[in-house]
């Protein structure tokens, strides 16, 4: 079955959460219409179509992709400001961004995907327990930019972050404050540059295996570099 928003749904009492779909009801959200508002505290969409011009918006509140979303590739993918956002399954669509950085956690369980544009990740804390894969467009990982408290980037163990970008901004971290990266698998195309800064220390997720193919790496970081977790 199939759930068509074409119209508003919001939330008028604080802290409300909308749900829509689920494993078994897909939902299209077309490009005409908004879902949630400022009392929105949760909005939680399961398999999603959702239209270019198509509006979330959440008050303090979070985003929960639970099911798999743009198995017909969505266009370019805006969130302007969310506490968490929590990506379940795969997503896929033309370009990501968080535009306003998120106050909570981006948790990344599902491999995000990019056909045509470039990756930005903006939050307070970034688990990315799935691989991103930006085809030939830059990665950007911004963590903890308020520049308070150790919040950093976790990048699980047997994960790969991946352009084919060759440029000097191919995969950027930052992680203020004193917070620290741990980082799995980074790779960008030939001659493309990986460049890590922290506040805290930059660790080795990975073990034994390559952390890093790239054309040039740019590491700095406050609390050391090196060791593993």
């Known amino acids: 079955s199939q759930v068509n928003i074409a119209g508003a749904v919001a939330a008028t009492t604080g802290a409300s959460t909308i749900s829509l779909g689920d494993a078994d009801t897909g939902v299209s959200v077309t490009a005409s219409a908004t879902v949630g508002g400022a009392a929105t505290g949760l909005i939680d969409l399961g398999d999603a179509t959702i239209a270019d011009g198509a509006t979330l918006t959440v008050g303090t509140g979070s985003i929960?992709?639970?099911g798999v979303v743009g198995t017909v590739p969505?266009?370019?993918?805006t969130i302007n400001a969310a506490n968490n956002v929590t990506i379940n399954a795969q997503f896929t669509a033309a370009s990501f961004s968080q535009a306003v950085a998120a106050t909570g956690i981006f948790d990344l369980n599902g491999v995000l995907t990019t056909t045509a544009g470039a990756v930005t990740i903006n939050s307070d804390v970034i688990t990315l327990d799935a691989g991103i894969i930006a085809g030939a467009s830059?990665?950007?990982?911004l963590a903890n930019q308020d520049n308070s408290g150790d919040q950093g980037l976790i990048q699980a163990a047997g994960t790969t972050v991946q352009t084919t970008n060759t440029g000097a901004n191919a995969i950027s971290i930052s992680v203020l404050g004193t917070g620290s990266a741990a980082?799995?698998?980074l790779q960008t195309g030939v001659g493309g540059r990986v460049t890590i800064g922290a506040g805290g220390a930059i660790t080795d997720f990975n073990s034994d295996t390559v952390n890093i193919t790239a054309g040039e790496v740019s590491l700095s970081a406050v609390g050391g570099i090196?060791?593993?977790n």
């Open 74 to 77: 969505l266009g370019a993918v």
């Open 183 to 185: 980082v799995a698998s």
């Open 226 to 228: 090196g060791g593993s």
């Open 138 to 141: 830059v990665i950007s990982i």
């Open 64 to 66: 929960l992709f639970s």
